[in-house]
């Protein structure tokens, strides 16, 4: 019999919100160049070593106890004992030369597939085909199971910082690291304690209504963004389960060039290229809406040398300014947008900030309930995140990672999502949505650099 894992409260939720279309995967595409000295048949014998490594150590062995009723409340995760590394690492081709395009017309359609519950819920894919005798790898797997920041830093263990080490192991066949020895018993709390508690619950609550009593001042200024003031738009509808990605690279130093002549951060360059890109394939469409679109910012609020471990985020909103068109006055009204929003943050405990951020996110459940979706104005009208990457360059036996693209998870009421990611000195854009709600989705890789330019020309 094998050994049994309960899931936590967060582990069983992202299963209960696994639907035909809102499906709970998360994902990262990443492009390789392959080793000068790398033979014709290089990624067919790393394939077939792949497939003699049939051991797999937790969590990637893992799968639910109950795959046909995936909210069971008595889920647990169980041993696979037939695991099947054949079925979780899988080879696939572009017709060669493959450009980008095709490779994500590929990886879209790869991220549109459910996880099969049946077996441990993740993939890995090796593409070939691409040109220069390039390869990609393209990982996915459940929230559940683990998340996206843990996933990929699991996924990293296969790769190296040295272009001559050639054995590193997969990662799903290296034994998991040592756990620490448990802490002593938490005692249990005095009186003192418990008063104290309440006072800093209490003292949390001043702090989030006098946050929200500025929120409503500094709204009929025009700067800051409340929830519920985003407009209705295409990308919040239904959505289906087909995916459409796209990416997108920037040079991290140009980027930074043009945001400190703007007087902005390179945040707020982000959401510039974000508002022009989305601006203009809604212009085109004739579906912009005539106030600006809206974007929930997740927040870390981990100390320098925290950790990690848990959740710790806050989350601010922040306009795009999608209604004005002229770039430089729009990059203006981004900057004035998030540097009020921050400034709601400041003096806040990491409780009240949480506690603040939970409160600007609840809007957003109203989007969940069926029927709800097109009917109530969005909490927000997307979600971009900026992930922190590897500083140092990553092999894997012997060759190039280039880039570092992530994929999150579009939703009912919210069919785009943009996260990125840095790697060396280039940041990486990944644009994942709702392929029939959102025709067109891969132009916003095409149009963020297009505003780019159109930045630098005007600053």
């Known amino acids: 019999m094998s050994a049994t894992k309960r899931l936590n409260p967060l582990d069983w939720t992202f299963l209960a919100a696994e639907t035909r279309e809102s499906m709970m995967h998360v994902g990262s595409m990443m492009p390789f160049s392959p080793p000068p000295d790398a033979p014709a048949d290089w990624l067919r014998g790393l394939i077939d070593e792949v497939r003699t490594q ?47 395009r095709e490779l994500g017309i590929l990886v879209s359609r790869l991220h549109s597939h459910a996880i099969d519950f049946h077996r441990p819920p993740w993939e890995v894919h090796f593409i070939e085909g691409l040109e220069g005798g390039r390869f990609a790898m393209y990982f996915k797997v459940h929230h559940a199971l683990v998340d996206g920041y843990t996933g990929v830093q ?35 709390p005095t009186l003192s304690a418990l008063l104290a508690l309440a006072r800093e619950q209490a003292g949390s609550t001043r702090t989030i209504t006098r946050a929200l009593g500025n929120t409503l001042s500094r709204k009929r200024r025009g700067a800051l963004v409340s929830p519920l003031q985003a407009p209705k738009s295409i990308l919040n509808q239904r959505i289906s389960r087909n995916r459409r990605f796209a990416t997108q690279q920037f040079d991290v130093a ?11 951060t390179l945040n707020d360059l982000v959401l510039a290229l974000c508002g022009a890109a989305l601006r203009r394939l809604l212009c085109e469409q004739g579906e912009l809406p005539d106030a600006p679109l809206t974007a929930m910012l997740p927040v870390n609020i981990r100390p320098k040398d925290d950790p990690g471990g848990g959740n710790a985020v806050g989350a601010i909103l922040a306009s795009l300014a999608t209604d004005v068109a002229d770039p430089l006055e729009r990059f203006g009204a981004i900057v004035a947008s998030t540097r009020v929003a921050k400034d709601q943050l400041e003096g806040m405990t990491r409780a009240a900030i949480m506690q603040y ?31 922190p990457g590897p500083t140092k360059p990553l092999y894997f036996r012997g060759a190039h990672m280039d880039a570092y693209y992530p994929l999150s998870i579009p939703f009912h009421g919210y069919g785009l999502n943009v996260t990125v990611m ?5 940041l990486n854009f990944g644009f994942i949505g709702c392929r029939d709600t959102i025709p067109h989705l891969q132009r916003l890789a095409v149009y963020s650099l297009e505003a780019l330019e159109e930045l630098e020309a005007a600053a």
């Open 254 to 264: 140009r980027l930074k060039n043009v945001a400190k002549r703007l007087d902005g």
């Open 54 to 100: 049939a051991r797999a150590y937790p969590p990637w062995n893992l799968k639910l106890r109950h795959p046909n009723l995936i909210a069971h409340p008595l889920q647990a995760w169980v041993e696979d004992e037939h695991f099947d590394v054949e079925y979780h690492v899988r080879r696939s081709a572009l017709p060669a030369p493959g450009d980008e």
């Open 422 to 426: 840095s790697y060396l000195e280039t």
């Open 154 to 188: 699991l996924l990293s263990r296969s790769l190296s910082h040295r272009a001559d080490e050639r054995d590193t192991p997969m990662f799903f066949t290296r034994k998991p690291p040592a756990r620490e020895k448990p802490a002593a018993a938490t005692p249990v």
């Open 357 to 387: 951020s939970a409160v600007l996110m609840s809007p957003m459940l109203l989007s969940q309930i069926p029927g709800a979706v097109g009917r109530v104005r969005p909490a927000f009208n997307l979600v971009v995140s900026n992930v």
